[in-house]
């Protein structure tokens, strides 16, 4: 391979981002300066959080530029080192981006740059490991803080994010609630992920299943959703609640503001809190969520799901299914198998 | 005086409040039972949740019932005494309610029975050292912790809990931004209060006019109005910023829902908190913060308002003044003169 081939951010969205938002393009393949190491991309990472960076506003990070490649989490290969640390052939996980290889160096973009543990699998240091499996346990433990006999209510249940907040929160001995979209979702969260009650919210009336399925109200709700299931859920908090904002997919793709909850008062009535947090602020105690995350995964106790497409040329679509709901769990994308 | 005047909830408000929601009545003065104390009322607090405790729903302290007397908090005189800890001339606070008369006992209704500490005139125990002054002291305080050199912006400022907000977290060394409704309300708020910087949202851009004044983001947002304002806020919040929610005047009179802020997701994009709380939580502690707020007001370094209105006949007039804005600082209504 003698090309770096990319999607480069083409046009900002208005609404629903598609492929139209971007254009592909061959470039040479770049070389590594001093410190640096060349990275073949071989797993891509896909996160509702892309969407806003794909906005011309400030955020937690600045936005990706017009014209280039699509920012994105990856797992990939070194191929080429100038750096001590790092050899060829090592696997590492970083911002690779919508490319086949990014030149980086430790400390670089989001997620820097780091050599992935022997025996872990791509596809689990990309999801349950990864940036929403963290994002499920700090946000759940550190925010929720939720104490065994609470009710936990998580939205976008079946998400990469939500799945692992929610069974974090059966671990900690809690009546569990999941909101998500369709009977198959709502199946493996019964089935698999053991939630105690699940909520199809295209096919019930959120408010009142919250009533029945949450009989001593909500002491902690996991949000990834916003709008009307946001909503939905404060209408049942409990006094001294805690509302974690994690994401609000609702509002993503939306082309107008949406109205936000018109029942905030229930924080002042019930003396509750809603409070927002980004993982990035965590990812120097990182590992003491992976080790505790992989401990369940090994005993059984934590379970997941990864959605891998494949294909280069299908990487924009597979942004697309984040919000229609068609991933089942962490969505991923494989570009190639190691070497 | 043989009769009790009361004021009783007649009909259930929708939308502002006013006199066609309460009726006149007058009834025999009752008598005290076992350790009970008969309270003659001198003056009536005004407040704005007193709006939530008119409408048919669970809320933090139940509705008050049609046919009973407005509930209301008061301070009055003993004319009776079977209690040995109450003698007849004691100047006490309570929740007397929209009457001339009450039976009380130690430990009932919203607010006990408390004798007032002599030299502590009514008006002052009814404003900044009653539930309004707590409710600032606690609300800005323990949810608030406004550190010297942060960014506080107060909505409903010149009112009897914003402006102490306020004032005190220019002692605790903040920058200290107001938001008031006319001219008169700012004036007083920077020539007498000592807010840095004030905002006229009836005559003001209020998003830009934070964004001007303050330079540096928003710390703590002490909100007790909501809306548009709350939305507004939430616009120009600092990197873990704390919304303390006290209350949402703005949507007390609502005949519908009001939408919420559409910008929930800076709590995320800015790792910010939003809490809910209620004065009578935080009971126990009254003593710390009257005798803090006490000092303050004996130094010379918290001014206070109050707006005494006089007449039994005036009284539901006088709580629709807090919806008008008509107020200058903390609404109360004077029945009678201490015997």
């Known amino acids: 391979m003698n090309t770096n081939r990319q999607w480069l951010l083409a046009k900002r969205p208005h609404g629903l981002v598609g492929e139209e938002n971007f254009e592909y393009a061959e470039n040479p393949i770049p ?34 530029q017009l014209g280039e490649p699509m920012r994105a989490g990856s797992i990939g290969q070194v191929t080429a080192s100038n750096n001590p640390d790092f050899a060829v052939g090592d696997m590492v996980q970083t911002t690779g981006g ?31 490991l990864g940036v929403t499996g963290l994002t499920a346990y700090f946000g759940l433990l550190d925010l929720g803080e939720p104490k065994a006999g609470e009710t936990v209510l998580v939205s976008g249940a079946a998400g990469a994010t939500g799945s ?39 096919n019930e ?5 919250i009533a029945e399925t949450c009989p001593n109200k909500v002491d902690v709700f996991f949000d990834n959703v916003g709008g009307d299931i946001l909503e939905a859920a404060l ?47 965590y990812m120097d105690r990182a590992g003491e969520a992976i080790t505790e995350l992989l401990g369940w995964i090994q005993s059984g106790q934590l379970k997941y799901q990864v959605d891998v497409q494949e294909g280069f040329e299908n990487i924009p679509n597979t942004l697309s299914r984040l919000f229609t709901g068609q991933n089942l769990g962490k969505q991923l994308l494989k570009i190639a198998d190691p070497a």
Chains 1, 2 share one sequence.
């Open 31 to 64: 070389e590594p300066g001093e410190g640096e190491v060349l990275v073949r991309n071989l797993y891509l990472s896909f996160d509702p959080t892309q969407r806003g960076w794909m906005e011309d506003r400030e955020s937690y990070l600045p936005p990706v």
């Open 98 to 128: 919508w490319q086949d290889f990014v030149v980086v160096a430790p400390g670089q973009g989001v997620m820097g740059l780091n050599k992935i543990p022997d025996g872990i699998a791509p596809d689990m240091m990309l999801s349950v």
């Open 205 to 209: 009336d959120v408010d009142a299943r």
């Open 164 to 202: 692992v907040a929610g069974q974090i929160a059966k671990l900690k001995g809690c009546h569990v609630v999941g909101i998500a979209g369709g009977p198959e979702k709502c199946a493996w969260l019964k089935a698999e992920a053991g939630f105690d009650e699940v909520i199809d919210y295209k």
């Open 235 to 281: 209408n049942h908090i409990n006094m001294r609640a805690r509302v974690v904002l994690c994401g609000g997919i609702s509002g993503y793709n939306a082309t107008a503001p949406i109205p936000g909850p018109t029942n905030l008062m229930n924080l002042v009535i019930m003396r509750a809190r809603m409070e927002g947090f980004i993982v990035i602020d």
